[in-house]
């Protein structure tokens, strides 16, 4: 295993707690909160077999390197996850063919071009978790990484959805493409709304960062753009709402 690093929050302790309590070194917790969520936290703690440590606020804060810890920390190792794109998609499509026909489920990919705030990212993998996307996919240059923050507010979303960063976002796109991955590129100046469109199809939902959209070159690698139809006063909805807004029509279009 790789050296350990920090989770952080309820959510993000709780799920790796959950899926592989074996690779948990040790978990801290702030000894003066007794509310009813530390306490079953604690249980559940216990029940694992993992070593706890009290720790006060500002110890925890340090290690954090924030206060938004939530009164709950844990030194982990990194899960082996798959190291590439490619990897990914050779492992779903072996493991669609040994499934019948009426069984198998199209990939779903969300790209993410200029999601630069760690609370949004956050926020994308946990829809992204939520609605069953393979894989989550940015820019090396222009996109947040994963670090603590983004490991809270995904609620162990980070732990669960693997996430490319890449070189060059549109050459990933054009081999997407190569894969017959249909990329559909979100627009307020599309013509065609999102509920006008077929989403049942191998697909990537390319979102832009709230306010810029999408950069021109990606916006002109996509094979269609649409947009989320909007009625009030506002122009745009914030980046990991939008997700959620296009994920969940494709999983409506698909289970019907």
């Not at 810890?69 to 990914?88: C, F, I, N, P, Y």
């Not at 071009?113 to 949004?120: E, K, M, R, S």
């Not at 940015?138 to 983004?150: E, L």
Request: proline share 4%.
């Amino acid at each position: 295993m790789s050296n350990p690093k920090v989770l952080f929050g309820f959510h993000a302790v709780g799920v790796r707690l959950k899926t592989t309590p074996q690779s948990i070194v040790e978990i801290y917790i702030d000894p003066t909160r007794r509310d009813a969520r530390m306490r079953q936290f604690v249980d559940k703690v216990s029940e694992a077999g993992v070593r706890l440590i009290e720790a006060d606020g500002m110890r925890l804060a340090k290690l954090c390197g924030n206060h938004g810890h939530q009164g709950v920390a844990a030194r982990v190792h990194e899960l082996t996850q798959v190291k590439s794109l490619d990897e990914l998609l050779e492992q779903l499509e072996a493991a669609q063919e040994a499934l019948p026909m009426k069984e198998r489920v199209h990939p779903l990919i969300l790209v993410l071009d200029g999601v630069t705030d760690p609370h949004n990212l956050g926020a994308c993998l946990r829809v992204a978790d939520g609605a069953g996307v393979h894989a989550v996919i940015a820019p090396k240059d222009h996109a947040a990484g994963i670090n603590a923050t983004v490991a809270k507010v995904a609620s162990g979303a980070a732990e669960t959805v693997p996430y490319f960063m890449v070189t060059n976002l549109a050459r990933t796109l054009n081999e997407l493409k190569e894969r017959n991955i249909w990329i559909i590129g979100t627009s307020d100046a599309a013509e065609k709304t999102l509920y006008q469109t077929d989403l049942k199809g191998p697909l990537a939902l390319v979102l832009g960062a709230e306010g810029e959209g999408m950069r021109a070159l990606t916006a002109k690698t996509c094979d269609a753009l649409v947009r989320i139809p909007m009625h009030g006063a506002v122009e745009s909805l914030n980046v990991s709402v939008a997700s959620g807004v296009c994920l969940y029509e494709a999983l409506r279009q698909r289970a019907s």
